[in-house]
């Protein structure tokens, strides 16, 4: 099983940003840790960041080709706006699991909508990095 990792705008930051909301944890931190749960399982995991919403567009449509089974995704703001990142998930057809590391329903109304929720096996919100390790197992097990 091959499980792909998708953190998009401003994730790279994660342990200095806003730490309040996201938590001290850095990114590569949090990807060793997903690495290690993957493993274990005898499952394989790849891990890819990008500010740039193209990027992300060609590394959902990458995942078709590479025998990527499933996608957990981070899109951060990208959630609340993007139709390309919804219609890249939509055309590659691999189930995937949306992942929040805060509770975007106690924040603004505009994090209230995410253009990915309605294709998503499930949502995490809320969790910080637990519930990366929560989508992971639900990967190594679906
Ligand atoms: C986020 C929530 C988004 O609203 C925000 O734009 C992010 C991170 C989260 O992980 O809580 O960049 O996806």
């Keep these: 099983k091959q499980i792909l990792v998708v953190h998009g705008p401003n994730l790279n930051l994660l342990g200095t940003r806003e730490p309040e909301i996201y938590g001290r944890l850095t990114l590569s931190a949090l990807n060793d840790r997903l690495v290690d749960l993957a493993t274990e399982s005898g499952c394989t995991l790849n891990a890819f960041?990008?500010?740039h919403e193209g990027a992300i567009v060609d590394c959902i449509q990458g995942a078709r080709l590479d025998g990527t089974n499933f996608i957990v995704i981070n899109a951060g703001a990208y959630t609340h706006t993007s139709v390309a990142i919804r219609d890249a998930l939509a055309g590659v057809a691999i189930p995937f699991v949306e992942v929040h590391l805060s509770n975007v329903?106690?924040?603004e109304a505009f994090r209230h909508h995410s253009y990915l929720s309605e294709l998503?096996?499930?949502v995490v919100a809320g969790l910080g990095a637990d519930g990366y390790e929560a989508a992971v197992k639900v990967?190594?097990?679906h």
Excluded: E, F, T
């Design 139 to 141: 990967a190594i097990r």
């Design 49 to 51: 960041q990008s500010n």
């Design 120 to 122: 998503a096996i499930g």
């Design 105 to 107: 329903y106690k924040r």
